[in-house]
């Protein structure tokens, strides 16, 4: 079955970064583009941007830009998502999650990845 | 950016009731519309695509509808397991912008 599984929790001092994989499988991966959308404790859905496993082309939330990076590796079919600069507002559970076959809605959802920023 | 605002931002309702939340866009989206179900501690859930079109598996007494920038979640008998926040989204075009969400609980 389509499956999305993410790597696990982290923990990085403010002004580190961290990398976050999204290993896909049950469907050819480099047809569909991969979403990362994060979720504060308490609070909702943020999406942040996307990238297209073929191309490679992505396309960020501005509240993002210069600070996230999303790639790929197409021969393992993992998406990953590098966030720099980690300051605390950055805590929170990263989900990788994939599109619909007739739309960008997200249709698969990663199991999840807590990043906590502490000192 | 277009934003996407939603209401009431939380409703309790008794077994049975219907219950409406509403979601509206600041400029047209046309049909590009979602909704999504998410329990405490889970994932998010699709329900709703192409703002009316219920997704595999979701029951029934979940239905969509609405068009352009003004639409509505409904569900038509409220079962303990809808206990959730619901999240619309826009998809017409990118940033994917979530609402921010309608917690519903039991009466």
């Known amino acids: 079955q389509v499956q999305l599984v993410q790597s696990g929790a982290e923990v990085k001092e403010p002004g580190a970064s961290v990398k976050v994989s999204c290993k896909a499988s049950?469907?050819?991966?480099?047809?569909?583009?991969v979403n990362w959308v994060r979720q504060a404790a308490g609070q909702g859905l943020e999406w942040m941007g996307w990238m297209n496993p073929n191309s490679g082309n992505t396309g960020y939330s501005q509240k993002f830009q210069g600070r996230v990076t999303m790639t790929r590796n197409i021969s393992i079919t993992t998406a990953y998502m590098e966030l720099r600069s980690l300051r605390s507002e950055d805590t929170a559970v990263y989900f990788c999650a994939r599109p619909g076959v007739y739309g960008n809605y997200m249709d698969v959802w990663g199991t999840g990845t807590t990043v906590t920023v502490s000192s | 950016d277009i934003q996407m605002t939603q209401s009431p931002s939380s409703l309790s309702a008794s077994v049975g009731d219907r219950v409406t939340i509403t979601c509206r866009a600041s400029?047209?989206?046309?049909?590009?519309l979602a909704w999504y179900q998410q329990k405490p501690g889970k994932v998010p859930k699709l329900l709703i695509y192409d703002a009316s079109t219920l997704q595999s598996g979701v029951p029934s007494r979940f239905s969509g509808s609405g068009y352009w920038t003004d639409f509505t979640l409904t569900i038509s008998s409220l079962q303990p397991e809808d206990v959730a926040t619901y999240y619309c989204?826009?998809?017409?075009?990118?940033?994917?912008?979530f609402g921010p969400g309608t917690k519903v609980d039991i009466k």
């Open positions: 049950g469907y050819t991966f480099s047809s569909y583009d």
């Open positions: 989204q826009k998809y017409n075009s990118a940033p994917f912008t």
């Open positions: 400029q047209a989206i046309t049909i590009y």
